[in-house]
Structure formats: C-alpha cells, structure tokens
C-alpha cells in the first residue's frame, strides 16, 4: 500500500510560480513511475505530467510544455511539480498518482494505470 500526500498548492497570481509536492510512503516508491493530473471544475481529471522510476524519462501535456517540470527524490520519497508561467486556465486541483508497476522505462499519461493517488492540492491562479 501506497499513501500520498501533496502540498504547495494555493492562490497565485497569473504569471507566478508555484512548487506541489507529494510525499510518499512505502520503500517500493524508487521502483514507480510518477505522474500528477489535475482536475478543474466540471471538467473531467487530465494529465498534466509524468516521471519514469529512475527520473530519465518525462512526459508531459501539451499544455505545460516550457512552463512546468516533474522532478523527484528518490531518497526523500518525494516528486516535485514546479509550475511557472502560470495561468489562469491552471486552476484546478492538482492530483499525484504511483503507477506500482516497477521500473517502467517510459511514464504512462493514461490515469487508469495509477493505482495510488493521493488527496488533491488545490491551484488557484488568478487574473
């Protein structure tokens, strides 16, 4: 069993920074892929952003691209969302999931091979 737990969401204003964090139990976290989704209001969950086990491999959506990076720590058990250049198309809660299939070369964007996730942090982003 895996427990998640993110941090560092807020309000912000459009062009600003901020850093999500999720924290996580268990010593199989090094084997998992990462990824981070993002749900806004009366949409439904997207993808946002993934990492391989090893941190060798990423994958993001379109929507980010030059504005947010996936990072993690192994040793902390921690993957990290740095998000710049912010929007206010950005408002949503943000999710971090573990994909427990060990040591994936590739991060998957599908949320159906998420089995972990954890409670949500919310991102606000205003004009």
């Known amino acids: 069993q895996v427990q998640l737990v993110e941090s560092g969401g807020g309000l912000v204003q459009a062009g600003g920074s901020l850093r999500l964090s999720c924290a996580a139990s268990?010593?199989?976290?090094?084997?998992?892929?990462m990824g981070w989704f993002r749900q806004a209001p009366g949409k439904e969950r997207e993808f946002v952003y993934a990492?391989?086990?090893?941190?060798?491999?990423?994958t993001y959506a379109d929507s980010v691209k030059g504005r947010f990076t996936i990072s993690r720590d192994n040793a902390k058990r921690t993957v990290y969302l740095q998000m710049n250049i912010l929007k206010p198309t950005d408002t949503a809660v943000y999710y971090c999931?573990?994909?427990?299939?060990?040591?994936?070369?590739?991060?998957?964007?599908?949320?159906?091979?998420?089995?972990?996730w954890g409670q949500g942090t919310q991102v606000t982003v205003s004009s």
């Open positions: 268990g010593r199989a976290f090094s084997t998992y892929a």
């Open positions: 990492i391989n086990w090893s941190g060798t491999s990423t």
């Open positions: 999931a573990a994909d427990p299939r060990p040591n994936t070369a590739v991060p998957t964007t599908a949320s159906r091979d998420y089995n972990y």
